[in-house]
């Protein structure tokens, strides 16, 4: 089966009713997780984007306190879930600020993190990567917001 593209599926649903665009939503929530958590996400927290990082940055934290920290390889994979979930919750908001945001929250649980991962150049390359990519977004902000996350992100590398 070939896949439509964007732009085709947007021509298409223009021709379509209300109720036909409900059971297309309500169809393509039931076959995946992340459909179901973008939908959720559109239409109860995207007018409350605080509220929104807020809770994701709760599910960070309960993450992190999760972690199996008997082995360097279950860190590993245990930041790197939280990572792929934090990324996830990124894309849904599409919003410059909150990807700064988590990715600080993120960047700070993971050095306050014990056993350090000052220990693992694994977790030290992740942490890096991160903080790289905090640089390059935050450039893209207004100046003001430039400057307090730059403040942050300096209070992280201390």
């Given at each position: 089966?070939?896949?439509?593209?964007v732009?085709?599926?947007?021509?298409?649903?223009k021709y379509r009713s209300q109720s036909e665009l409900l059971e297309l939503c309500l169809s393509l929530s039931k076959f995946k997780k992340e459909n179901?958590?973008?939908l959720t996400y559109l239409l109860f927290e995207v007018s409350d984007?605080?509220?929104?990082i807020e809770g994701v940055k709760h599910e960070m934290?309960?993450?992190f306190e999760q972690i199996n920290t008997k082995s360097y390889f279950y860190i590993k994979k245990s930041v790197r879930?939280?990572?792929r979930n934090t990324k996830k919750y990124i894309r849904y908001s599409k919003k410059k600020e909150t990807e700064v945001e988590?990715?600080?929250y993120f960047c700070e649980e993971l050095i306050n993190m014990k056993p350090s991962i000052k220990y693992n150049v694994s977790l030290q390359n992740i942490y890096d990567r991160q903080k790289l990519i905090i640089k390059k977004v935050v450039s893209t902000l207004h100046e003001d917001l430039q400057?307090?996350?730059s403040l942050e992100l300096e209070n992280l590398e201390d």
């Open positions: 089966m070939k896949t439509a593209t732009r085709e599926l947007k021509n298409e649903l179901k958590e973008l984007e605080d509220a929104f934290s309960n993450d879930k939280i990572l988590l990715l600080l400057y307090d996350y």
